[in-house]
C-alpha cells in the first residue's frame, strides 16, 4: 500500500518558520519526482516546489527565497523549508509523487494545515 504522509504543519507567527515533511513507503522513492502544493481556502490550489528523483529542485518564483524543498531518499522523506512566513502562506500543504519514468503513476498526500497568524 502506498502512503504520502504530511507532517509538521501547525501555527505559526508572521516571520517564522515551518519545516513540512512528506514521508513517502510503498513505492522505490528514488524512482519519484515530488512536489509539494497549497490550497488556501476559496482559491484554486497551488504548485509550490518540485524536487526531481536526482535532486534538481524548482521553486515557485513568487516563492524562490523563502522556500526550500529538499529530500533524503535514505528516508523516504521530501522536505518543505518554509522561512519569513506570512498570512498568505497560510493554507493546506500536500505532496505529489510522481514516476519520473512514468508519470501516469503519481500519489497524493492528504495533507497538513499551516497557518500564519500573531
Known amino acids: 500500500q502506498v502512503q504520502l504522509v504530511e507532517s509538521g504543519g501547525g501555527l505559526v507567527q508572521p516571520g517564522g518558520s515551518l519545516r513540512l515533511s512528506c514521508a513517502a513507503s510503498?513505492?522505490?522513492?528514488?524512482?519519484?519526482?515530488v512536489g509539494w502544493y497549497r490550497q488556501a481556502p476559496g482559491k484554486q490550489r497551488e504548485w509550490v516546489a518540485r524536487?526531481?528523483?536526482?535532486?534538481?529542485?524548482t521553486v515557485a518564483d513568487s516563492l524562490k527565497g523563502r522556500f526550500t524543498i529538499s529530500r533524503d531518499n535514505a528516508k523516504n522523506t521530501v522536505y518543505l523549508q518554509m522561512d519569513s512566513m506570512n498570512h498568505e502562506d497560510t493554507a493546506v500543504y500536500s505532496c505529489?509523487?510522481?514516476?519520473?519514468?512514468?508519470?501516469?503513476?503519481?500519489?497524493w498526500g492528504q495533507g497538513t494545515q499551516v497557518t500564519v497568524s500573531s
Open positions: 505529489h509523487a510522481m514516476h519520473q519514468r512514468y508519470p501516469s503513476v503519481d500519489y
Open positions: 510503498g513505492i522505490i522513492f528514488d524512482n519519484y519526482a
Open positions: 524536487i526531481t528523483s536526482v535532486g534538481a529542485t
